[in-house]
């Protein structure tokens, strides 16, 4: 994704109530964001938003929570919600390394759509399905663990299918 400078950027993300501009300190403690305990599911690598924004929508009775790395990108996303009243709805601006500080065994389901495919040998450990980043998950995941990933790089694929069955993923 080309990331193009916005301007204002950090102050239309600094005044969204979607916004989560301190998500450590909620570590363990999401119910009171989001003032329920239903289940919650996260997107890493959220982009625009148009897959987390539509299924939130969808889905009153899940808490979604968006989590894009870079200001540029997650602006979108929040000003697509500028009208929009979507109380199952919150956005991260973060580093997915961080996942574990944001997130104590409180996560059903991550998605993981169109991610980086990192298609040099030496970044793979960037990749989103690798080793490193499963062993993060386990940490966040409350019990059964569901990694949903689309994705259209065949070399990402055949890396997820090794790394996820691997890691003891079906």
């Keep these: 994704m080309r990331l193009k400078n916005v301007k204002n950027a950090s102050k239309i993300i600094n005044e969204s109530s979607y916004m989560i501009l301190e998500p450590n300190f909620y570590k363990g403690k999401w119910n009171v964001v989001f003032k329920n305990s239903n289940p919650i599911s996260i997107e890493i690598g959220m982009g625009k938003g148009d897959f987390i924004i539509e299924m939130a929508k969808r889905n009153p009775k899940i808490n979604y929570i968006g989590i894009e790395m870079y200001d540029s990108v997650i602006v979108r996303a929040v000003q697509k919600l500028e009208k929009e009243n979507i109380p199952n709805l919150r956005l991260i601006r973060m580093d997915a390394n961080n996942i574990n500080d944001v997130f104590d065994k409180e996560v059903d389901v991550i998605y993981l759509n169109f991610s980086d495919p990192w298609p040099k040998k030496r970044h793979a450990k960037r990749r989103l399905t690798s080793h490193e980043f499963l062993e993060k ?4 995941f409350k019990k ?4 949903i990933q689309k994705t259209d790089n065949i070399y990402l694929f055949a890396f ?3 790394s996820l069955s691997t890691y003891g993923y079906t």
């Design 137 to 140: 998950y386990d940490l966040v």
């Design 144 to 147: 059964t663990k569901t990694i």
């Design 160 to 162: 997820s299918v090794e």
